[in-house]
Nanobody, 126 residues
Framework: QVQLVVTGGGLVQAGDSLRLSCAAS????????MGWFRQAQGKEREFVVI????????VYTESVKGRFTISRDNAKNTAYLQMNSLKPEVTAVYYC???????????????????WGQGTQDTVSD
């Protein structure tokens, strides 16, 4: 059974950084496409960054380009989201998600994902 555990959220000030971790069990990066999503209060869940199972295809949502970076440690089966120069408008609950895939496709919509971490509240104060 696939389980994703998200850690690393919190309350920070504008300009600070946070790093989120998503530890996966029951799945491996070789067979799963993954993504980080967020949901602000009263808004739809949206993707922050998605990547294909190979890790060769990565797409960031426009508003975070240059400030957020994903990485992964295959040995630990853990993905990371480094968030720098944080702004109050990125305040949201952040989730990681994955889904089994037979190819190197990218999946943009949250309904495309099967497994979800529990989410972590990231709040940026100004």
């Amino acid at each position: 059974q696939v389980q994703l555990v998200v850690t690393g959220g919190g309350l920070v000030q504008a300009g600070d950084s946070l790093r989120l971790s998503c530890a996966a069990s029951g799945s491996t990066f070789d067979n799963y496409a993954m993504g980080w999503f967020r949901q602000a209060q009263g808004k739809e869940r949206e993707f922050v960054v998605i990547w294909s199972r190979s890790g060769n295809k990565i797409v960031y949502t426009e508003s975070v380009k240059g400030r957020f970076t994903i990485s992964r440690d295959n040995a630990k089966n853990t993905a990371y989201l480094q968030m720098n120069s944080l702004k109050p408008e990125v305040t949201a609950v952040y989730y990681c998600a994955d889904r089994f895939t037979v190819d190197d496709s990218l999946y943009y919509g949250h309904p495309d994902y099967t497994y979800w971490g529990q989410g972590t509240q990231d709040t940026v104060s100004d």
